[in-house]
């Protein structure tokens, strides 16, 4: 009896998974992302994968535009993934915990005395962003760099807090960990992640990155959209980024690395609990996100316009993976709106409709803007019927898109309030709000 009801419940399970995968609403998934396609609010390349295996991909936009030349991005396309690079970097560091070649205790004087309070600062420390280390790097994020350089800019800044006693995320720590797996493997950092990482579990399109974007390796340039047509972006070298962000790789490829993760084929289960136990919303180089009510764990990365996503459902062995070379709509609700659409949950297709606002009244905000707050000028200018806001310091300026005549925003990143008889302009991210006022 006992092993009918076994039977039973194994048949139905497996009866749930399949009709999990066969009633994925990929209609809808389809038509969300057409809608971003048709909009121009994004480019890039997703992946749903369940146990291992995909039960969804789709690839919007274009890898490279030159003029009226546009080359399409593919599922092979590759992207750089930003901070998702130190899950393998944490992973690498846990390997040769496990070898018995480093301690999470070992402080970071064992190794890199140069840098400040490195007697105090432990390897789980840096893992879990609490070591103080300063997240300094080179003034140009445009030229390349050596590692000795950048550890010499790092060992000259001073510490954010004493090691253990805050939280604050820092690609800095990172950068050290790159080189210490460098020391402990005698390998470079490149050579440690295939014979650690993509050679055993086969992903074929990961690599660290070497030097500028390869257009010839299938790499995808970063572009934004404004001014009514695809703008390319300047990007920062690979070589400031290294063990914090230097990796190339696909949805495909990042789909499988995490489940393998979790699937215990590259670490223990002691050293997956340990990347796993979060504190100031960091486990040792991983984090959570709720989608759907549930936990996914995993990491995501950005920056030159670029995105990426990687979250994995334990329980149900589903991962999601999104990379894109174009950040216009925020990467968490395209991500948000791929779980909630998976799980047949409600969920409104974003109309992503700009207003029109006539010249005239842009004009009215057109200016330099200052506030005491800094000696720096915002500069706010009209090309057509768009809008333009030079930060101040800056060199370039991102478009604003009108939501009201007198409102405009940066999707996901801020809102901008005009009040052109105050000559006032409001500018509001998460961190707070700054007003300036238009000099005459």
Known sequence: MKIKLLFATFLTLALFIARSAETLDKTKLDQFFDRLAEKNKAMGSLTIAKDGNILYTRVIGFSQINGAEKK?????????????????????????????????????????????????????????????????????????????????????????FEPGTKHSYSNAGFFILGLLVEKLAAKSYAEGLEERITSRIGLKDTYAATGDIDVNKNETLAYSHFGGDWKQMTEIHSSILFGGGQIVSTPNDLAKFIHALFELKLISQESLNQMKTIRDDDGLGMTTFTFAGKTFYGESGGGDSRGAWLAYEPEEKLAVAYATNAKIYPVSNIVSGVVDIYYGRPFRIPALASIAVSPEILDKYVGVYSTPETPAKARVTRDGETLFFQPPGATSAASLEPTAEDKFQIEGAAVFTFDAAKNQMTVKRRGGERVFTKEK
């Open 72 to 160: 399409p991005l593919s599922a092979a396309s590759r992207f750089r993934i930003g901070s998702i690079t130190k899950m393998f970097t944490a992973v690498m560091i846990l390997q040769l915990v496990e070898e018995r070649k480093l301690k999470l205790s070992d402080t970071l004087d064992k190794f890199f005395p140069q840098i400040p309070n490195a007697q105090k600062i432990t390897i789980a420390q840096i893992l879990a962003h609490r070591s103080g280390i300063p997240n300094s790097r080179p003034t140009s994020k445009t030229n390349a760099v050596t590692k000795d350089e950048v550890l010499a800019i790092i060992s000259k800044g001073a510490p954010d």
